[in-house]
């Protein structure tokens, strides 16, 4: 059950970067750093998610100008400000929510033998559970895309760090409390600013970037009490 619930393409993709930076190496903060970052790099390789720009007027009088990296403000072409983003911040994102839940759901299977269970289809509040008493909701983003050309984009707000994804992680958090309100409730991300570190409050129970060795043994640790 644990791998064959990974969909395609992150199946094939995190058990890679499994076998290449966590299995038979000392479980550190670095190699976990790479096993994400990887989980990320690997999915935009898959789906072409890169970020690249090109000029819509040119392309109208059917002379392309496009490039790699964040649009210019002005075509270097035609000097016009018709310059577009192709994958946008939306196509991608869920994408890289999922690369990064699952990197996760792997990684807590295959290193720490501890299963958690995708939620069943509908569920909004959260991506994984243990009983119905225990919901991990996951927020993990790329800080950095790696384009064809080598070029390195950085993306500014991963994870947490983002305001809207913190919004949304806590409307999940109050909705999930209305529904149970002994329930523990925890957010697992991949950078989060430094006012959310052991942040907790009557909806959140916790939140851990989990590719800090240390946060992973205190999530363990704080699961481990609320299940026995
Ligand atoms: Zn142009």
């Not at 970020?51 to 075509?75: E, L, T, Y």
């Not at 016009?80 to 839940?101: C, D, P």
């Not at 992680?169 to 991949?190: E, H, L, M, S, W």
């Not at 970037?209 to 992973?216: L, N």
Request: aromatic share 14%; hydrophobic share 35%.
């Amino acid at each position: 059950m644990p791998l064959e619930a990974i969909p395609k393409p992150y199946r094939s993709i995190i058990q890679q970067n499994y076998s290449d930076y966590i299995a038979d190496k000392d479980l550190n903060s670095a190699n976990l750093k790479k096993y994400f970052d990887e989980g990320f790099n690997q999915t935009i390789k898959y789906y072409g998610d890169y970020i690249c720009w090109v000029c819509i007027n040119c392309m109208a009088v059917g002379v392309p100008s496009f490039g790699w990296g964040k649009k210019p403000q002005r075509c270097p072409r035609c000097k016009e400000s018709k310059t577009y983003e192709v994958a946008t911040f939306q196509g991608r994102a869920s994408r890289m929510g999922n690369a990064f839940a699952w990197s996760f759901y792997y990684l807590m299977e295959k290193n720490f033998n501890f299963q958690i269970y995708p939620t069943p289809e509908g569920t909004n509040t959260h991506d994984f559970e243990i009983t119905q008493a225990v919901a991990i909701e996951s927020k993990g983003s790329p800080s950095y895309i790696i384009n064809p050309d080598g070029t390195r984009v950085a993306l500014g707000e991963p994870g947490l760090m983002r305001t809207d994804t913190e919004k949304k992680a806590f409307a999940n958090a109050t909705k999930y409390r209305q529904r149970n309100p002994d329930g523990f409730f925890c957010i697992v991300t991949n950078a989060l600013p430094k006012r959310l570190l052991r942040y907790s409050d009557r909806d959140i129970n916790a939140i851990y970037d989990i590719t800090k060795k240390e946060q992973i043994d205190l999530f363990l640790r704080d699961i481990g009490k609320v299940i026995i």
